[in-house]
């Protein structure tokens, strides 16, 4: 079964930094949209953040615009989200998912895990002091 892999958790202090990465070995990531989820524990899942396929667009949910980027590498067939100003309530298990666009809808992202294809199976984030 095609899968997504994330890597670049861990544990942090308060104001640190992580880099996430999203890849997948068996397939190339060129026409699908990217989205970053998160679930904490005890909470729903949230989308974090998305790149469209053609890389020129990208969301933010309002609780990380500003400090978290994302971007994509298509040479790797990676995307990466840049956490800065990591707080303690960015502590979750952060999951990739990729959606096939294709015509228009590479410009396009949206943060729905109900029309994502393929998901990894998650990498924990953990802030604390």
């Known amino acids: 079964q095609l899968q997504l892999v994330e890597s670049g958790g861990g544990l942090v202090q308060p104001g640190g930094s992580l880099r996430l990465s999203c890849t997948a070995s068996?397939?190339?990531?060129?026409?699908?949209?990217i989205v970053w989820f998160r679930q904490a524990p005890g909470k729903g899942r949230e989308g974090v953040s998305c790149i469209s396929a053609g890389g020129h667009n990208s969301e933010f949910t309002d609780s990380v615009r500003g400090r978290f980027t994302i971007s994509r590498d298509y040479a790797k067939n990676t995307v990466f989200l840049q956490m800065n100003s990591l707080k303690p309530e960015d502590t979750a298990v952060y999951y990739c998912?990729?959606?096939?666009?294709?015509?228009?809808?590479?410009?396009?992202?949206?943060?729905?895990?109900?029309?994502?294809?393929?998901w990894g199976p998650g990498t924990q984030v953990t802030v604390s002091s």
């Open positions: 998912a990729a959606a096939k666009t294709t015509g228009p809808a590479m410009n396009y992202c949206l943060m729905d895990d109900s029309i994502q294809d393929y």
């Open positions: 068996e397939f190339a990531l060129d026409f699908y949209a």
